[in-house]
């Protein structure tokens, strides 16, 4: 492998039909990782039933996301809509004393009307603020993909977070709550107590950030998180994602440099989970050697999964399709893939399928829209979405994460013994 890796790869720049779910997918998982949030969408009917849909079978008491629905009326009247919000607001919080960060969701109607929801979320902070801070980020489906809905809701947080001179350890992007707590108990085992999440559980526990802060991002799409969190002062630190043994390693290796943990300690810490994790890796990952693998873009996920799935599991990288690309956050695991896979940023649906059917991977990673037509085609299929429901970050789910792609190659063969 060259030491550059993919890093200074051509990209296949494309702009046309894209094939993904929208950002409001990802209030499905930031209502559950922060406890005393709403999320109030200010959409239409379609944006309604795309989260009750996402959202499944889940059954609340105390549902923690709704729709302000627009009607065509608000299309005709916009200090309307601003008046029918304010009212809608203030039923809710009435209501909900426990809600103490309100979030205004932008969605494609909203925005095709100009409703200005930073300006309705200043009004609203004045009217109900400090006891419920309201925020507004946008989770429409123009120009986005699902994952970014995390993105913009973190980024726009940011700028209302304490400032501290602190010297800190803060790591960005929403985990399951088991997941995080086996990095914090492997950072606490180095001697890093004390880590600020963003997002944190409640809102008075939300981080402080300065010049002393050190991110360490959790999730590979947060490149505008990240930038707000930079304007604030605070340091990214570069490091693969840690999806599987090495990647893991990698990254809290890059954490135990920058806060100088002795390599006895870090070894002390690591061996255990590194060999349960090489072992379940090397166990689920059989079906996938010397196996060719497409991603089509679509969960922001493909970059590090292509090192996991190349490095790890012995896979080959037909196509690494992702939506954006952004090389100061996968430059490390860029630098880890070996030179071959065309890279491509963005979207054009029927040209990205053509290469597909020309290479013929024994497996390809897509959106839901795409899987139905390529499975019928004969080609075998993972949904990238799965990905993001799932926990499949560090030492002990790095297993899980190689049979979630495992899978559906096991399906195929068994399939075609089955035919023969
Ligand atoms: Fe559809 Fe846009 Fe609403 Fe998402 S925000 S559900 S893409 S209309």
New binding site residues.
């Given amino acids: 492998m060259s030491a550059q890796g993919c890093q200074s790869a051509p990209v296949l720049r494309e702009r046309g039909q894209r094939e993904v779910f929208?950002g409001?997918t990802s209030i499905v998982w930031l209502h559950r990782k922060m406890q005393d949030a709403f999320f109030l969408v200010v959409?239409?009917r379609?944006?309604a039933h795309?989260l009750q849909s996402a959202a499944g079978v889940m059954i609340f008491a105390e549902p923690r996301f709704g729709t302000a629905i627009l009607e065509e009326t608000d299309l005709a009247g916009l200090a309307d809509a601003q008046d029918e919000l304010d009212r809608e607001v203030a039923r809710l919080l009435s209501r909900r004393t426990d809600i103490r960060q309100l979030f205004l969701v932008g969605?494609?109607?909203s925005e095709v009307i100009k409703l200005d929801l930073e300006k309705a979320a200043e009004r609203l902070n004045a009217q109900h603020g400090p006891r419920t801070r309201v925020i507004n980020f946008s989770?429409?489906?123009?120009e986005t993909t699902f994952t970014q809905g995390e993105d913009a809701c973190l980024a726009a947080m940011v700028p209302a977070l304490a400032a501290t001179e602190k010297r800190q350890l803060l790591v960005a992007g929403a985990l399951p709550d088991a997941v995080q707590d086996q990095m914090l108990a492997l950072l606490s085992g180095m001697g890093i107590e004390d880590v600020a999440l963003l997002p944190a559980a409640r809102a008075e526990d939300a981080p402080a950030i300065g010049p002393g802060t050190v991110v360490a991002l959790a999730q590979p799409f947060l490149g505008d998180t990240l930038a707000a969190l930079e304007r604030r002062g605070a340091r990214h630190l570069p490091a693969p994602f840690p999806f599987g043994e090495q990647g893991t390693t990698a990254w809290l290796a890059a954490i135990a440099a920058e806060f100088g943990v002795d390599d006895a300690v870090f070894e002390r810490v690591t061996a255990a989970p590194r060999a349960r994790a090489r072992r379940a890796v090397a166990q689920a990952a059989a079906p996938l050697a010397d196996r060719s693998v497409f991603f089509f873009p679509d969960s922001q996920l493909e970059i590090p999964l292509a090192r996991f799935l190349t490095v790890e599991c012995g896979m080959q990288a037909v196509e690494i399709g992702t939506p954006f690309l952004h090389r100061q956050v996968m430059g490390p695991d860029l630098a880890a893939i070996a030179p071959g896979p065309t890279l491509s940023e963005g979207q054009d649906v029927d040209r990205q399928l053509d290469r597909a059917r020309a290479a013929r991977p024994d497996l390809s990673v897509c959106g839901l829209g795409l899987a139905n037509p390529l499975e019928a085609e004969g080609l075998t299929t993972k949904w990238a979405i799965e990905l993001v429901f799932t926990p499949v970050h560090f030492y002990e789910q790095a297993g899980d994460l190689a049979g979630l792609f495992a899978r559906p190659l096991r399906r195929r063969d068994a399939l075609r013994l089955e035919g023969a």
């Fill in positions: 929208c409001l959409g239409s379609t944006c795309l969605s494609c109607p989770g429409s489906g123009i």
